[in-house]
């Protein structure tokens, strides 16, 4: 029986928009099999939501922290998300 999903949202906070960020989390979303979406929020933060098993959460947390070459990460807030689930995939949805 495989590991128990969890669902976690997150919020990134830094120089986030207009470097590949979202770009960077679908790879990483296709790379490690996680499910869910990120999109850009109009406050300049990036928000993801993603489910997966508890190990491939905090690898994608590693990522999001780094982030890709160009962005800057200064803050990374992260909560368990007990009513939405995901969509099977992962998307990258428009700006909200």
């Given at each position: 029986?495989?590991?128990?999903?969890?669902?976690?949202?997150?919020r990134?906070?830094?120089?986030?928009?207009?470097?590949?960020?979202?770009a960077?989390v679908w790879?990483?979303?296709?790379?490690?099999?996680?499910?869910?979406?990120?999109?850009?929020?109009?406050?300049?933060?990036?928000?993801?939501?993603?489910?997966?098993?508890?190990?491939?959460?905090?690898?994608?947390?590693d990522?999001l922290?780094?982030?890709?070459?160009?962005?800057?990460?200064?803050?990374?807030?992260?909560?368990?998300?007990?009513?939405?689930?995901?969509?099977?995939?992962?998307?990258?949805?428009?700006?909200?």
């Amino acid at each position: 029986m495989g590991a128990e999903r969890k669902v976690r949202r997150y919020r990134v906070r830094g120089r986030v928009q207009g470097v590949g960020f979202r770009a960077f989390v679908w790879r990483a979303a296709m790379d490690l099999g996680i499910s869910g979406w990120a999109r850009n929020r109009l406050d300049g933060s990036v928000e993801v939501l993603a489910a997966a098993p508890e190990p491939v959460l905090r690898r994608l947390e590693d990522r999001l922290r780094s982030g890709p070459r160009w962005a800057r990460v200064d803050l990374l807030q992260v909560e368990e998300e007990l009513h939405e689930q995901p969509p099977a995939g992962f998307a990258v949805l428009p700006d909200a």
